[in-house]
Structures are given as C-alpha cells and as structure tokens.
C-alpha cells in the first residue's frame, strides 16, 4: 500500500470526479440520450411501464444502487479492510460505472426486452445514470455508518417495499438476467 498512502482525500475526489466525468462521455459517446426524450428532467418517475422510466434522477430501481453501494462496501470491506476508505469508495465507483456502461450495451437492452418486463427499454439516459452512481455513493457511505444489523434490515425493507409496489427489484431483476422463470414474468406482468 506504499504507493496509495501518499494519496491524500483530495486525490481520490479528483479520479472520482474525472472517473464521473468519463463515463458519463462514454455514454454519450454509444449514443444514450442526456436528459428524457420528453424533454423535461423529473426528481422521481414511478411509472415503471414508460418510456421515461429510467430517464428521470430517481425511480424505483434507484433502491437498487443504494443496495449496490450497501454490497460493494461490504465485499470491499472483506477483501480491503485495510485499503484506505477512498480507495474503496473509487473501486466502487469504478465497479457501479462499468455495470452502467454494460446495462447501456445493446446486449443487455436486448437481454432486458427478451426476459422481464421492459418490454419499452431502450437504455438509461445519462443524467439517471449518473445519478444511479451517485445513489450506490449514498449507499456505500450508509453501509460505512450503520450498523450491519440496520443495513441488513435496510436491504430486506427497500426489496419487499418495491418488490410489493412494482412487482420487481434487485433480485428479481438478477434472477431474470440470468435465468429467466415464466412464473415470475406471468406474475410481474400482472397474472
């Protein structure tokens, strides 16, 4: 850890800031769209079956990345207990990041409109990405002050509450990525 000791909190701000800064480039740059199509920028869309889901600050997948950060912070805690606190939270960045890039490839786009029921997704915009990052940010400092046992409820509570309200969340968003049920797709869409 001799080199990443003499990095000083100002540093990892920056490569945070310029990590932000190039991936929200990278976006553009395969074509997502910067704000909604409907040209107007919401703090909270919960209309899931939209074409503005997803293109808006915060919706209800936004409960996911706050669970991101809880996850990342303590799979980084496992293996870097001793790494700087900074130097976590820009592996973080850096994993939340490329999972952004990846969920905007056609190949999850098309992974997403084959299996669940996003049926209308065509790819976050960059400002929901964004703040989709900056939501996992929030959980990672959450999981830093909290009590496991708290972070542990929290996760539990935020998948029951939006698994209740939209028939998705997390887990079942991973369990329809990797091996889609038809039960679950008959009940998500309402049967």
Same mark, same amino acid.
């Given at each position: ?11 990892? $701000? ?13 976006? !553009?740059?395969? =074509?997502?769209?910067? %704000? ?32 991101? =950060?809880?996850?990342?912070? =303590? ?16 592996? *973080? ?7 952004? %890039? ?18 209308? !997704?065509?790819?976050?915009? %960059?400002?929901?990405?964004? +703040? ?6 929030? =959980?990672?400092?959450? *999981? ?11 996760? $539990? ?6 698994? +209740? ?9 991973? $369990?329809?990525?990797? !091996?889609?049920?038809? +039960? ?8």
């Amino acid at each position: 850890m001799g080199f990443l000791s003499r990095f000083q909190t100002k540093h990892y $701000i920056l490569f945070s800031i310029i990590l932000l800064c190039v991936f929200a480039l990278t976006l !553009y740059l395969m =074509g997502q769209i910067l %704000i909604c199509k409907c040209g107007y920028i919401k703090l909270w869309h919960g209309i899931t079956f939209s074409s503005e889901n997803s293109q808006h600050i915060s919706d209800w997948y936004t409960f996911s990345h706050v669970i991101h =950060g809880f996850a990342f912070y =303590g799979l980084l805690w496992l293996i870097g207990r001793r790494w700087p606190f900074e130097l976590r939270l820009l592996l *973080a960045l850096f994993a939340e990041t490329s999972w952004e %890039i990846f969920e905007n490839t056609d190949f999850i786009i098309n992974r997403y409109r084959e299996v669940t029921i996003s049926l209308d !997704y065509y790819g976050d915009s %960059i400002l929901n990405s964004v +703040f989709d990052v900056l939501f996992m940010v929030l =959980g990672f400092f959450l *999981a830093r002050r909290l009590p496991i046992w708290a972070t542990i409820l929290l996760v $539990i509570a935020m998948e029951l509450f939006v698994g +209740f309200w939209i028939r998705d969340n997390l887990t079942l968003n991973i $369990i329809m990525l990797i !091996y889609p049920m038809d +039960f679950i797709l008959k009940w998500q869409a309402g049967g």
